[in-house]
């Protein structure tokens, strides 16, 4: 691919959003080529008064510096015009976007950060084997849900997170979902209509490499969902897990199935403090063996619980899902429901933000629920797909 990315005489700095090394060019450039949904990063050198990016004719930047992308191919005419009363300028040029010349996955490309929260299945899935560091777990876990690999994995209790991406920009799409994620969701067979079952929803954040630099370290948004507004949503929440003292003394319940049930002590910013029981049906650490760290905290939204104890002993545990927008949160065959759009994404203060798309996506537990015999509540995901691109 031909990258051709300094136009120093009008002032105008491009770069690509690439491995590549850019190079210079000292006459003024008014081609560029790049792949569909990869980024070209122009940044002006000049200042004035204003900016305005046209695309095709239409308008669609006042800021200073522009990312270009496009999801279909074409030659794209682009305009910059810096408004100043002292030194105007109006550069016209030309983007033709080209096919990638390797075909991009539907499917996730990488995991960047794995970070459980304390759990049942913790150090299970993935699975930890002595003297695992974090990058073996993080390995563990790319090899699970990378690809067409379909291997469940944990993210623990309230606030454990996963975050990847695909080889490639997810664009966001006007009017349409953007990516699916699986879970293990599903529906209780007595009342299936009531959609309750084993739903443990996943809350989904989003970030947009807008410093192109391939890693995470943009600004996140949530993906607001059907829960977002409900009164018993909590908001900014946060919780601190405490490791386990391996001294004390197990605690079990007179159910016969919680072996101890002050194993891991937490508080929250509600005022809250508890414990994460052991259960007896998994007897490993429930805390991430590869971490060394004594406190573990974690930060976001806090969904309302979602269980209901229809047997009133805590025998016999049912979690309703919420209406749309989690994961793990509908059984997989509810392609719509496990569906979702970059265009419901929020900032911090609930205002909506508008993204040309995503490449980096994160998953963390939303509820903050211990359900008796069953345990916490924990998101569970096995793969994610691009909408957008052909299943081959």
Not at 224 to 242: C, D, R, V
């Amino acid at each position: 691919m031909n990258h051709k990315l300094l136009i120093p005489i009008l002032g105008l700095a491009v770069s690509s959003c690439s491995d590549e090394i850019p190079t210079v060019s000292l006459g003024i450039d008014d081609v560029y080529y790049i792949a569909r949904m990869q980024k070209l990063d122009l940044r002006p050198a000049f200042t004035g008064d204003k900016y305005e990016w046209i695309v095709n004719g239409k308008p669609v930047s006042d800021n200073r510096d522009f990312i270009f992308i496009a999801s279909e191919e074409g030659v794209y005419d682009v305009e910059l015009r810096i408004l100043d009363s002292f030194t105007p300028y109006d550069f016209e040029f030309k983007v033709i976007v080209l096919h990638e010349e390797i075909e991009y996955s539907p499917f996730i490309y990488k995991v960047y950060e794995y970070c459980p929260a304390p759990g049942q299945f913790v150090n299970e899935m993935p699975k930890y084997e002595e003297g695992d560091t974090y990058d073996d777990i993080l390995q563990k876990t790319e090899e699970s849900i990378t690809g067409t690999n379909d291997i469940m994995i944990t993210l623990g209790g309230y606030g454990g997170y996963v975050t990847f991406g695909f080889d490639h920009t997810v664009i966001n799409v006007a009017g349409q979902n953007d990516f699916r994620i699986w879970g293990n969701c599903f529906y209780e067979a007595s009342e299936p209509e009531k959609k309750g079952g084993s739903a443990e929803p996943g809350i989904v954040m989003v970030s947009y490499d807008a410093n192109c630099n391939g890693l995470p370290d943009d600004e996140w948004y949530e993906l607001k969902g059907s829960e977002y507004a409900n009164p018993l949503t909590i908001h900014n929440y946060s919780i601190t897990y405490f490791r386990p003292d391996p001294l004390k003394k197990e605690i079990s319940d007179d159910s016969g199935f919680l072996t101890d049930i002050e194993y891991i002590p937490w508080k929250d910013s509600e005022g809250t403090e508890s414990f994460l029981a052991k259960n007896s049906f998994h007897s490993q650490s429930y805390w991430p063996c590869w971490t060394d760290a004594d406190q573990l905290q974690f930060s976001g939204t806090r969904l309302p619980e979602n269980a209901e104890d229809r047997s009133g002993t805590g025998r016999y545990y049912v979690l309703y899902s919420f209406d749309w927008g989690y994961v793990d949160n509908h059984p997989n065959e509810f392609i719509d429901l496990n569906s979702f759009d970059i265009g419901n994404a929020v900032d911090r203060f609930g205002n909506r933000i508008n993204l040309p798309g995503a490449d980096f996506i994160r998953v963390y537990t939303g509820i903050n629920q211990y359900c008796g015999w069953l345990g916490e509540t924990s998101t569970e995901l096995s793969r994610a797909q691009d909408l957008h691109i052909s299943l081959y």
